[in-house]
């Protein structure tokens, strides 16, 4: 246990004094700050003449919330490529630059195991993860009051989701980077987290809405969706297509199909077995690792 | 006495298809004693001590560090291990770097602030404040020795200590090996200095291509009348298949001769 937190302390210290991580987080802090206030203009244009967004008689309820829905939509995009950067950034040097340097063979030759080693090397780069991505939600809740507020549940659900996301992300390049180089390890990542994940998704939804009907490809999808990490999502993304959708009076149906649903309970469960079967695999890979 | 150290038979290799990097190696290390670890380059020495270490799992053979399995952490409570080339934590300062290691060790508030300033006085970075990214490979190599000391081992492994400290540096790592051995440590030497090793040795075993090829008290591997760098030498050659010989120069430097 002294062992781990040890461990946790000083890899907290490391990431601290890391500047590109610093220079991370004062783009993204800057970046979700002037797309606030882009965006509040824009929105100030677009409310004030709604003939020249789209058709003219829908109604104007109808059309702020599309456009809360955008900001939300563009805000959140935003904060999660900022969050999936510094996730990438933890995750690329918190066990890996140990293992590389050599600092791992001092380390380990001490009365310390490998478990509490994982553990503290975890919890390190999760509780930098959260206090990051909890600083950049709240200067983003903090852009949002620009739009006097009406957002909350929304708003909330969509910050935990983000942080939920960049949690996975950090932990697979954790895990990946103690069995290969950290760049090799981020690129993998984003293939498998992002590009072969993410069709799959896609393409379960299509399959779920109906959009896909053939059978063979309904059970292979939906076996293939229990296989891999999914992200967590909020109700904005959905709500902001069935938004557009309505003002554009058209069914939409196919195009809300490729949407996913908010997140639910089951979501959850699989995202907390996904964060655990990454943690195992971190474990793993830093016990059979030779130094 | 009971052996602080048991290796029996210990076999390594790196890869299924690789020669082996260390083949049937066996001895023992008791209290108080220094053993030296010599061979040249590649004959299996560092992979050796990081088994003792707990650092590499061998294929074969056995290894108990007091009397336990090396990765059980236990076992290691007793080591001072100084690692070749050694590293650490590169954004740390010399002093982070001890405490982060005292509190691997359980040391407790007390004897941190006791020894931590009086290890980092011996290695002569008390006045250190950069970071550890900006420490040369001597003052990394001084770290390492300080590190290895901190928690007052019963086993130090020192592998290559002073091959990048100055002769100063060199002259304090020989009288600390003496000390330690006084006080009953053992004493782990892994050094190309044979000079250095035979001054503080008291057994030696030269190994080549992951064999041991003698070894023995040092009266006995070093006879009357000869130095330690003859008996390696001459051993390591004749262990070495006929072949040009090691010390013949390229000819580009050889035609220089002639010009």
Request: hydrophobic share 50%; with cysteine.
């Amino acid at each position: 246990m002294n062992g781990a937190l040890a461990v946790a302390r000083y890899t907290l210290i490391e990431l601290s004094r890391r500047r590109i991580l610093l220079v991370f987080v004062i783009i993204g802090a800057l970046g979700i700050l002037g797309l606030g206030v882009g965006l509040k203009v824009l929105y100030s244009v677009t409310s004030s003449s709604q003939g020249n967004f789209g058709p003219s008689n829908v109604d104007p309820a109808v059309f702020n919330r599309f456009l809360e829905l955008l900001f939300l939509t563009y805000i959140f995009g935003a904060l999660g490529i900022f969050g999936l950067l510094v996730a990438y950034g933890i995750g690329m040097t918190a066990i890996y630059h140990d293992l590389d340097s050599g600092a791992a063979v001092s380390i380990f030759a001490k009365p310390v195991s490998r478990l509490a080693f994982t553990a503290g090397k975890i919890g390190a780069a999760v509780a930098a993860l959260l206090v990051i991505m909890g600083l950049l939600g709240i200067e983003t809740r903090i852009v949002m009051f620009l739009f006097g507020g009406g957002l909350e549940t929304t708003l909330t659900s969509a910050v935990l989701a983000v942080i939920g996301n960049t949690v996975v992300i950090m932990l697979l390049v954790l895990a990946l980077s103690t069995w290969m180089n950290n760049i090799v390890a981020a690129i993998v990542a984003f293939i498998y987290y992002n590009v072969i994940s993410g069709v799959i998704v896609f393409v379960h939804n299509l399959v779920e809405n109906g959009v896909i009907g053939n059978a063979f490809f309904k059970v292979a999808f939906n076996i293939l969706y229990w296989l891999v990490p999914h992200e967590l999502v909020s109700s904005a993304s959905g709500d902001l297509v069935r938004a557009q959708v309505t003002i554009q009076s058209s069914s939409g149906s196919t195009a809300v199909a490729g949407v996913p649903a908010a997140s639910g309970p089951v979501d959850i469960a699989w995202w907390a077995f996904v964060v655990c079967v990454f943690c195992g695999l971190v474990y793993y890979s830093v016990r059979r690792r030779q130094v | 006495m009971a052996a602080v150290v048991s290796v029996k038979d210990l076999r390594k290799r790196y890869r299924s298809s690789d020669p082996w990097a260390v083949d049937g190696v066996t001895f023992e290390l008791e209290p108080g004693h220094a053993f030296g670890l010599l061979g040249p380059n590649g004959a299996g020495k560092s992979t050796v001590v990081k088994m003792i270490a707990g650092l590499l799992r061998p294929n074969g053979g056995t290894v108990t560090l007091f009397g336990l399995d090396p990765g059980n952490p236990a076992a290691r409570a007793g080591l001072g291990f100084s690692p070749e080339d050694p590293d650490f934590p590169k954004f740390l300062r010399a002093a982070e770097v001890l405490d982060y290691f005292a509190s691997l060790l359980g040391l407790d508030e007390i004897d941190r602030k006791r020894r931590i300033p009086e290890t980092l006085a011996f290695a002569g970075l008390d006045q250190e404040r950069r970071q550890i990214r900006q420490f040369s490979k001597g003052m990394k190599q001084r770290l390492g020795i300080a590190q290895a000391i901190l928690g007052r081992p019963k086993l130090l492994i020192l592998d290559e200590p002073t091959a990048d400290l100055d002769p100063l540096g060199r002259r304090d790592v020989r009288a600390l090996i003496d000390r330690l051995k006084e006080s009953g440590v053992a004493i782990l030497l892994n050094s190309h200095l044979l000079s250095e090793v035979e001054l503080v040795c008291d057994t030696v075993a030269i190994m080549a291509k992951g064999r041991v090829l003698k070894e023995g008290a040092m009266k006995e591997v070093v006879p009357e009348g000869r130095n330690l760098e003859d008996v390696f030498v001459e051993l390591v050659q004749a262990s070495s298949p006929p072949g040009p010989p090691r010390d013949q120069l390229p000819s580009f430097i050889s035609d220089q001769d002639r010009q």
